[in-house]
């Protein structure tokens, strides 16, 4: 689709008050649109302009810095736009794509959902070197010049961002519209790439990706609704940034969602212990791939800083949520109780893991099934609730493992499995999987490993902390939802076990 220069008519057809007016109406009910935002006080930091395509639809990307409420501070969302001038044919777009008919009998879109943003995405993204990283396809089918945007189908359900397939670019793939900016290089697109060149095939390669630069001293102006200070710039952030925009990755074939996946089995009373062991490994492999990735942030654990921040963590979730403040004191002896074992164990020369590059929130949705090529892993942005600088933090692999035993129990409720045993043989298999790859030599390389009781601790106390972060997560998004995790943090609170091998069961102090 050949892009031509803007056309001075629709440039301001688009520049006219209504266009921002009709977006600050549309943008509350987007699933993207974060809950901490304020849609009254929306007002326009930056435009970018695309152009028009054949058909004269114009295609622009307009960042748009949206006021936190009382708590949080400004955010910038990125929404690209396309105009079909009025007279103009429209093109197949899905209905959910359409942001407004205008006064004028114009048609505003959402730009994910159209060929005019899409194509020209593709034709200004930078596009990875070589070819190795798409799975064997030959460099010409990376190639800008085989760019057929036909069939692109915006995908629905839980996301923070838009994801949108394109069976025909590169031989299928996924643009995903990062929504909420922030300031440096976004992880999601960083850690795959560096994973890929790595060699390791765990993820989407990625094939291209979009940067954007944000000038806070040329914004271009709120209109008349805007809030008073809505323009102002965060303090937190520099006058002049970068951020990365977007990423085109491979499309994993007749990919499941892994909780879907998992809720499936579930609720057949099917056991998910092959799946999840398959799984652990795949997760194993990750962590090792991770290190070697990011070797320069392997370093030893202080399990000191573990459990401050352990602290800080449960006091944040506490100050949100009066289910974790009215257990608070238990939760604090967990900790000091786990904080004595940990100096024990560093005095008996049995120190913990190294810290190293993690995936930060992982859970059975940011895994995909494919039948061809079995798990694949996304999301490298962190837990969305946590500020920004602690996303990216080296940390212990056991985060991820037990974000990951807490999905089971999630999908044994969800999917309605009517005995425990079938989130039990899930962790089992998961962990089998997880600890049988790293006993391989030379794969993690830990050193002297932990001994069995300190790591089921360090479990207990991960998943604890994931659990809080659910506890509050829940609340703010699924209310219905709350007694999953809560019960999960009552059940180690308890000592109660969740056993993991035969040997676990006997674990000193924690019962049978
Ligand atoms: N490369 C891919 N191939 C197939 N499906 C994908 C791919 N990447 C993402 N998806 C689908 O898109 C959904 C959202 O992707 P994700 O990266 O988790 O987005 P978000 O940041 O919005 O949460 C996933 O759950 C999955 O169903
Ligand atoms: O996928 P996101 O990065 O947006 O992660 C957030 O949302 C997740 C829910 O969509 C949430 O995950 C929790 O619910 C899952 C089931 O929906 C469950 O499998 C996870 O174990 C549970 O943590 C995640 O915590 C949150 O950060």
Not at 125 to 145: I, K, N, R, Y
Not at 276 to 300: D, I, N
Request: aromatic share 6%.
């Amino acid at each position: 689709m050949a892009h031509e220069s803007p056309a001075p008519e629709t440039s301001e057809r688009l520049d006219a008050p209504d266009v921002l007016e009709a977006v600050r109406a549309w943008l509350p009910e987007r699933r993207w649109f974060p809950t901490t935002a304020d849609a009254t006080s929306v007002v326009r930091v930056s435009r970018t302009d695309l152009g028009t395509d054949e058909h004269g639809a114009h295609a622009v990307v307009d960042l748009l810095r949206v006021a936190g409420t009382s708590s949080s501070s400004p955010l910038t969302l990125q929404v690209p736009l396309v105009l079909e001038p009025a007279g103009t044919p429209p093109a197949a777009v899905d209905a959910r794509g359409l942001v407004a008919v205008l006064s004028d009998g114009s048609r505003l879109l959402d730009g994910a959902y159209h060929p005019a943003f899409v194509s020209a995405w593709l034709e200004r993204a930078t596009w990875a070197e070589g070819s190795g990283a798409a799975g064997g396809e030959s460099s010409s089918a990376l190639s800008p010049a085989r760019f057929d945007v036909r069939g692109l189908h915006v995908l629905t359900g839980e996301q923070s961002n838009t994801s949108i397939l394109l069976p025909s670019v590169s031989g299928g793939s996924m643009l995903k519209v990062i929504r909420a900016l922030a300031p440096g290089q976004n992880p999601d697109i960083v850690v795959p790439l560096a994973l890929t060149r790595e060699g390791w095939g765990g993820v989407p390669a990625p094939y291209a990706w979009s940067e954007t630069a944000v000038d806070e001293g040329a914004v271009v102006g709120g209109g008349p609704a805007a809030g008073e200070n809505a323009a102002a710039a965060p303090t937190a952030l520099p006058r002049t940034w970068t951020t990365h925009t977007g990423v085109l990755a491979e499309l994993v074939p007749q990919a499941r969602d892994g909780f879907e996946l998992a809720c499936d089995f579930a609720r057949e009373g099917q056991p998910f212990a092959n799946p999840a062991r398959e799984l652990g490994t795949q997760v194993a492999q990750m962590h090792s791939a991770l290190r070697r990735a990011f070797a320069s942030e392997v370093h030893e654990a202080d399990p000191e800083w573990l459990l401050d921040a352990m602290h800080r963590r449960v006091r944040s979730a506490a100050g949100a949520s009066t289910a974790v403040r009215s257990r608070v004191d238990q939760i604090e002896a967990f900790l000091e109780h786990m904080r004595g074992v940990a100096e024990e164990a560093v005095r008996q020369g049995r120190p913990l893991p190294p810290v190293q590059r993690i995936h930060g929130d992982l859970h059975l949705g940011q895994a995909l099934y494919s039948p061809q090529k079995g798990w694949r892993i996304l999301d490298f942005e962190g837990e969305p609730l946590r500020p920004l600088a602690e996303r990216t933090r080296p940390d212990l692999g056991e985060r991820d493992v037990a974000g990951m035993l807490r999905s089971f129990d999630y999908a044994s409720a969800v999917g309605g499995a009517t005995s425990s045993e079938w989130a039990r043989s899930a962790r089992r298999a998961f962990l089998e999987g997880y600890t049988g790859y790293l006993s391989v030599p030379g794969a993690l390389g830990f050193g002297r490993p932990p001994s069995l009781a300190d790591r089921v601790l360090i479990r207990d106390a991960f998943e604890l902390d994931k659990a809080l972060y659910e506890v509050v997560y829940e609340e703010r998004n699924r209310p219905s939802w709350i007694s999953i995790p809560l019960d999960a943090v009552d059940r180690v609170l308890s000592g109660l076990p969740t056993p993991l091998t035969s040997a676990d069961a006997g674990r000193p102090g924690r019962g049978a």
